[in-house]
């Protein structure tokens, strides 16, 4: 059976900075803005924003967000979320439609936004959740590690979160919080996790992603180094920790040297101008 | 047996149950009958669902009755039981039930001893991975895809409480013993289950779960579903699409 012919679309890749999706901190709703005008849709097309809770795709919700002429939710306060209550972390497809025969002109597939507390990261990995909260005792950030997986999760005092994009911030962190989340890493991890088909419930699920992160043909990790296992390590090798140690500042070091750059462009042009 | 009012877990209970659900699931890896086995953990069974430090009544008053003294041997049968009992507050405030972790692990604890079976002769019993009866949204498996789908209890409610029975029927009319391939590339598929007019086109080609022919209808229809918006079409719409698909023309003429 062939359903190659089903392939070939016209459909259009709405790019994410064309969207303008806010972020509420508090409200859990959704507001959205796209800016279409490149695109040349016809003006009676149809948008639609399909929201879904991250982990839950059957918490699909749907809004009509008007037309490529006139955009907008019918109430100024967005869309709600309250019928998903127990997350906020979504994700959302928006669409372009053709009234006629419902052909989807263009999408933008899986943004992820959030409404609420939390805001999912792109400062260390994507893969690093980022909680902005009230109190830190004096501190601007934290590293903590959060339910019975002990899942890594960067605080950040609410009123500095801006923080989660700053290229600064991100440039002069990053490696630290590298280094704790790897050292938890190989607590938590005393196998590599790919080892003979485990079975999903043999890890956690964290260590699973960020090992995949650094050891996969999309890895940033260039170096040689294995990653080292403690099984039993701890008793019969009086080396272990230092191998361990000499792992971490290694992976440390092919992410500076991978990672770094794009900031540090940034930062010297921010200066520069 | 037990007729009782509707509980969640405490946070002790969950925990408790994940470690009941991992000690039968070593259990029935032995040859061991469905007897022998229900009768080593039917009292720490009992005590979980009964005992106030972990188990609480929920709902307005905490005072929905609920009994697993029927028989259900189909998702459908306890999914229509279910609704009969949630199905108001599902109508009203459908938040409070969908994604509430200690609910619907406590619920799928109360259907235990069906659920452990392989079926209604309750000759074997077989429990399945944890994720099928503890109901996580946090639960991820190792690639990172969300488990919450695969509670066997919670999503044959949820598909039957979003069309009140009335489509999804190929999806519910299937033992209750295993969650099942079509059901669960159905229910791995984007918001399918929430769609009327799908769920009427898996039923139409699909009226039985054999030969994996709804998991090829699954990635069919999410094929279709970047190209047009399935949702808002109707069944017909999409079986004229479908027509092109040899599989299914014979089934569509």
Known sequence: MSINSHNYTNRKRIEREHLNISQPSEARTLNAYPKLATYDFPDDAEIIIEVWATKAKNSLLRFNWGTVASPGYSSDDGAPLESIKHTNRFKCNIKVINPNDKKILGLAEEVEFTAGSIVESSMVTDILDVELVDNLEGRIWDLAFIDDEQKPILHIERKRGYLAKDDFFFVATSPIILKLVLLKMTEHCHRPPEADGESEEEFPHWTYQWYQLIYSKQGFYNGTIEFPERNKALETDPDWISKRDNWIDDVVKSWGISKMPPYLKRLESKEGS | ?253
């Open chain 2, 1 to 253: 047996m037990m007729n009782t009012k509707i509980c969640t877990f405490t946070a002790e209970g969950k925990d408790q149950f994940r470690e009941l659900l991992d000690e039968m699931r070593l259990e029935t890896n032995s040859s061991r009958s469905y007897a022998d086995f229900w009768g080593k953990f039917e009292s720490t069974w009992h005590n979980l669902l009964t005992n106030r430090n972990l188990s609480i009544p929920w709902g307005e008053e905490g005072s929905i009755d609920i009994s697993n003294s029927g028989r259900y041997d189909t998702k459908y049968a306890i999914a229509e039981y279910l609704y009969s009992k949630l199905g108001s507050l599902w109508r009203n405030d459908r938040a409070l039930i969908s994604g509430n972790e200690e609910l619907w692990s406590w619920i799928s604890c109360f259907f235990l001893e069906t659920l452990s079976a392989t079926n209604s002769n309750r000759n074997i019993a077989k429990i399945h991975a944890r994720h099928y009866y503890y109901y996580s949204v946090n639960d991820l498996n190792a690639r990172g895809f969300p488990n919450e789908y695969r509670n066997i209890i919670s999503s044959a409610f949820t598909i039957f409480a979003h069309h009140e029975g009335t489509a999804g029927k190929s999806l519910l009319n299937t033992p209750i013993y295993s969650l099942g391939d079509g059901c669960d590339h159905v229910l791995s598929e984007h918001g399918f289950i929430t769609s009327k007019p799908i769920l009427e086109v898996i039923d139409h080609l699909c009226p039985e779960d054999k030969d994996q022919n709804m998991r090829r209808l699954s990635a069919i229809l999410n094929q279709f579903r970047l190209v047009y918006d399935l949702y808002e079409m109707t069944a017909e719409q999409i079986l004229e699409k479908l027509k092109r698909i040899p599989e299914y023309k014979p089934l569509i003429d």
